[in-house]
């Protein structure tokens, strides 16, 4: 598989829970922080759940 990073670029504040909780299983906690991941379905399905506040590249 693949890798890809992710990128948390914009804040989780006045977001749904649900939206916190997938940036938790991301492992992304902070502003700016980035996280290498296998691009399977599971982890592209929890991208595009929070597609308007990470940035995602190949690596």
């Not at 977001?15 to 700016?32: H, S, V």
């Not at 399977?40 to 595009?48: D, S």
Request: aromatic share 0%; net charge positive; no cysteine.
């Amino acid at each position: 598989m693949a890798k890809i990073l992710i990128k948390q670029v914009k804040s989780r504040i006045n977001r749904p829970a649900r939206q916190k909780k997938t940036l938790d299983a991301l492992g992304l906690k902070k502003l700016n922080q980035v996280v290498e991941k296998e691009a399977t379905p599971q982890v592209l399905g929890m991208v595009n759940t929070v597609r308007h506040l990470v940035e995602v590249t190949n690596a």
